[in-house]
């Protein structure tokens, strides 16, 4: 039932969405970064079809650099989730967080933590970059945006031309072809998927 209510939404209100989610404005009580206080504006807004509002902090246009460890150093929030009876689309309170490569979409539903109400929690990660050889040695490729992978991968075309993918991941490789079959075969597409938009605005 809330599924449906959601598509709804998402069909009929999606330039009303923010509105209907709470702000980053009522819930960011304090910030730090480094030890240094950090706003509102250093977060990036953008919206996911099962979380609504979400918020990006380190985003590409404005890049920050970890110099220490130690959860004094990272990012610390103190945010206000509201009361459960505020959250008409939701079952449970709390907040949802993903660490993610800056030059790739997350998908929130797969790869976050739930972070719960009236609690401090303290996440702890450690990065590591996997760099695969492209040909002859492996399939890979590395950049699906050239001129000659292009021409020589109609699907690849089809990417540049109606997703923003950033840097290719396999994920969301596969949940835009999908997306592309949803469309080629019923002429409507999916809000949890990838939504194809060309760089005119026009839709496939």
């Known amino acids: 039932m809330i599924d449906h209510i959601k598509s709804e939404l998402h069909r009929k209100y999606y330039s009303e969405l923010y509105n209907m989610g709470f702000w980053l404005s009522q819930m960011l009580i304090s910030c730090r970064f480094q030890g240094n ?5 250093d977060f990036e807004y953008f919206h996911d079809y099962n979380y609504g509002n979400c918020f990006r902090f380190n985003n590409v246009s404005n890049t920050r650099e970890v110099k220490n460890a130690g959860w ?16 008409f689309f939701s079952i449970k309170s709390g907040v949802r967080i993903v660490v993610h490569n800056q030059s ?3 998908f929130i539903d797969e790869e976050g933590i739930d972070v719960s109400a009236g609690f401090q929690t303290n996440i702890a990660i450690k990065k590591t970059i996997i760099n695969r050889l492209s040909s002859p040695y492996s399939d890979c490729v590395e950049d699906y ?14 990417l540049k031309d109606f997703f923003y993918m ?3 991941t396999q994920k969301y ?7 592309k079959f949803i469309i080629a075969s019923c002429g409507c597409y999916d809000f949890k998927f990838p939504i194809p938009v060309s760089n005119s605005g026009s839709r496939p």
């Open 37 to 41: 206080p950090c706003q509102e504006t």
């Open 145 to 158: 945006s050239t001129e000659q992978n292009l021409e020589k991968n109609e699907f690849f075309k089809y």
């Open 104 to 106: 790739i979409v997350p």
């Open 72 to 87: 004094r150093n990272g990012l610390r929030l103190e945010l206000s989730t509201g009361d459960l009876d505020q959250q």
């Open 173 to 179: 490789c596969l949940k835009a072809c999908l997306q």
């Open 166 to 168: 950033g840097n290719y």
